[in-house]
């Protein structure tokens, strides 16, 4: 991971969920594990490649757990890790405060 300019903790976490996805990604993962098609239906805005990299970037920081299944076609599934959990309460944070300015928004 990136060192921090500030060395603030908001800015260690920024360095790994910033971005338009990730923490939109976990946001999926937390209602529990998705194939990579499914989250690709959830997120119909990011391509491929992109999902692709920040899976792997999810995966490589132990927040999220790639499991491959050995059927045929071969299943695979992403799940949040016991520390991807941590993120839940951030995902409801953040939703609420969606939810805040969707309403103002609408006034």
């Known amino acids: 991971m990136k060192e921090t300019v500030s060395g603030c903790s908001v800015e ?10 990730r923490l939109l990604i976990v946001s ?8 990579f098609n499914e989250l690709r239906r959830l997120v119909p805005g990011i391509s491929q ?5 920040d899976l792997r970037a999810l995966e490589e920081s132990t927040l999220v757990q790639r499991t491959v299944f050995p059927t045929i ?3 695979v599934e992403y799940a949040l890790t016991e520390d991807g959990r941590r993120l ?5 944070v953040i939703q609420e405060f969606g939810l805040w300015l969707k309403a103002r928004d609408a006034e």
């Open 88 to 92: 839940e309460k951030v995902v409801s």
């Open 73 to 75: 076609p071969i299943k």
């Open 28 to 35: 999926y993962l937390v209602d529990g594990p998705k194939r």
């Open 12 to 21: 260690e976490a920024m360095h790994l969920l910033g971005g338009r996805w």
């Open 49 to 53: 490649r992109m999902l692709t990299l």
